[in-house]
């Protein structure tokens, strides 16, 4: 219990202090989606200091899938947003705000509230740290499993629509091939794969099966909160769409229909 209690305090510190510099990146720079970019590097920073309080193969194994899922994703959103300004998301939620208070606004309702949500979606790998050495089984091997496809379909349909966008023939036109006539939203659904790989490989030891919510709650914000959802009331407007959301799963991938 002891140990728990140093790996969360911990990591709940470290989630703090990335997103905290984050926020003086953003204020300089004058862009709040730059905290796009620290998303996946808050739990990299996390799965380390397991690591460091907690060492054993599996909070290897576990600081070295997650490196490569950040990784990936902090490199892919920072290469999407470049040269760009800021995201309409955040622009609409800072107009809430008095100009002279964005700031400390954006910290409360932006940078604050993601610190949180890394430090509650990361309780697998922080329970995993503290619950000592256990051999890795066949059920690591299942998560390990589960986390590649995750990171295949994230990574391959970021690469597709990027393939897409870029030819000039496809503007205006709804990208429906590949992984995204499968699913309309392959990354969503790959990001979501990766967090139940990582709760499985923490889940051979115990009490890490109890740590169930953090893929539910990942989950739940990828396809019905802020995720999909939410990207889908502005792309059902565009011409083509509404046909696209007939035929094609919203999030599990499933051949389309015809």
């Known amino acids: 219990m002891g140990r728990f209690v140093v790996v969360t305090l911990c990591s709940l510190l470290v989630a703090l202090l990335v997103m905290g510099v984050t926020a003086l990146v953003a204020r300089r720079v004058g862009r709040v989606s730059v905290v796009d970019v620290a998303w996946g590097l808050v739990f990299v920073a996390i799965a380390w200091v397991c690591v460091a309080l907690g060492p054993s193969s599996r909070s290897v194994l576990l600081a070295v899938l997650v490196t490569i899922w950040g990784g990936r994703l902090a490199w892919h959103i920072e290469r999407r947003a470049r040269g760009g300004g800021e995201d309409p998301r955040y622009e609409k939620l800072l107009s809430a705000a008095p100009p002279e208070r964005r700031f400390m606004y954006a910290v409360r309702k932006v940078f604050a509230v993601q610190a949180l949500a890394a430090y509650i979606v990361s309780m697998p790998l922080q329970v995993a740290a503290a619950a000592g050495s256990k051999p ?104 083509g769409y509404p046909e696209y959301m007939q035929r094609t799963s919203m999030f599990l991938p499933r051949p389309p229909r015809h």
């Not at 393939?163 to 990354?187: E, S, V």
Request: net charge neutral; charged share 15%; with cysteine.
């Open 136 to 239: 890795l089984g066949w059920v690591a091997a299942l998560g390990v499993v589960v986390f590649v496809v995750g990171v295949g379909f994230e990574a391959i349909g970021d690469a597709q629509l990027a393939r897409f966008k870029a030819d000039p023939a496809n503007k205006g036109k709804i990208m429906d091939r590949g992984l995204w006539a499968w699913t309309r939203h392959p990354n969503y659904f790959g990001d979501s794969a990766v967090w139940w790989g990582l709760w499985i490989i923490c889940a051979e030891v115990w009490p890490a099966v109890l740590t169930v919510f953090s893929p539910i709650v990942m989950t739940y914000f990828l396809a019905f909160a802020t995720g999909a959802r939410l990207l889908e009331s502005e792309m059902a407007k565009r011409p």
